[in-house]
């Protein structure tokens, strides 16, 4: 998403004269793209309630923009393989026009044509109200994305686990995925079937010398079933009364013998439980992802409709009352934003004398403009998100 710039100017003669200077002056230059931020006409209440909703709008400016982008992440992990086209899940929902509400559209779009939304936040209520709607929203929502991708993450976690088994070397992943009840001798009192591991460069050795490591070998039982990099998986049955010496014999000629004792019950039960896992991850995989496509963009809004409150809120204590402030969108041209900044400090500077010497700076994130740029002009900056790949 672009980069903007939310301002407000007090709404007498000279200052909206200022902004059609600002209007004409960016334009004909080609630093951004300006339009008119439409904010309602809220309940102001008394200025001490303002003061106190100032600092909570803040805090829940910086919650919301934190929730989105945890958000955004998480549509990039559930995407996995198809995280490439995580961008594109990220939409918001209507902002147009009131016919338009069920259309999904991108972010930018939804800012620059940005309405406020009267059934979901009635202008009408007290602004301590609108506010408590909109954080009460934005709690729910934390909250159901931990539970939901906790749940999910542990499924993940379970089933990386029993693939990790399966990968690595013959020393240390599964074999039941391998063997066969047809490798073993099973239910024997007196012979048993092992299983070692041979490097590739002792494949001769072993077939030559195998039977005469212990007594007791059954000849000819040795049978490669696996093999990796480094070297293959051989079969052996030999008396169960020799296994200590055939183990010792083994290690002396470099041979591994890997403990292992074919459970047919066991390897159904791991077949079993990937399958489980595969088909809930992949059952969970589609409500996840609407989930999040759908509250991502619900937090989106809300995060949009609380910079509509900041701008109205700090434009009251700012410029006082009555209420009669007008404020703008910008959306700087790249490589601009110095420029447009020395446009708006030109254009602004008569607010120095009546916005006193203190800033107040709601910019959401680092220092966008510092006080000296910004004389007595009201600003907020809406940064870009792109969601990161892990």
Known sequence: MSEFWLISAPGDKENLQALERMNTVTSKSNLSYNTKFMIPDFKVGTLDSLVGLSDELGKLDAFAESLIRRMAQSVVEVMEDAKGMAQENLLANGGLKEKMKCLKIDLTSFVTHFEWDMAKYPAKQPLVSVVDTVAKQLAQIETDLKSRMASYNTLKTNLENLERKSMGNLFTRTLSDIVSKEDFVLDSEYLITLLVIVPKQSYTQWQKT?????????????????????????????????????????????????????????????????????????????????????????????????????????????????????????????????????????????????????????????????????????????????????
């Open 210 to 390: 195998y039977e005469s490591l212990s007594d007791m070998v059954v000849p000819r039982s040795t049978k490669l079933i696996a093999e990796d990099n480094e070297g293959g998986l051989f079969t052996v049955t030999l008396f169960r009364k020799v296994i200590d010496d055939f183990k010792t014999k083994a290690k002396e000629n470099k041979f591994t013998v890997r403990e292992y004792y074919y459970d047919e019950k066991e390897i159904k039960r791991e077949r079993e439980e990937m399958s489980r896992l595969l088909s809930d991850k992949k059952q969970q995989y589609g409500p996840l992802l609407r989930w999040l496509k759908v509250n991502f963009s619900e937090a989106f809004i809300a995060w949009i409709h609380i910079k509509a409150l900041r701008v109205f809120v700090e434009s009251v204590l700012r410029y006082g009352l009555p209420v009669n402030f007008q404020a703008v969108l910008l959306q700087p041209k790249k490589s601009s934003t110095k420029r447009l900044r020395e446009v708006l400090n030109s254009v602004f500077r008569h607010l120095d004398q009546v916005a006193a010497a203190s800033i107040l700076d709601v910019g959401v994130r680092g220092d966008p403009w510092a006080a000296a740029q910004q004389p007595g002009l009201l600003s907020l900056r809406l940064l870009p998100h792109r969601p990161q790949s892990p």
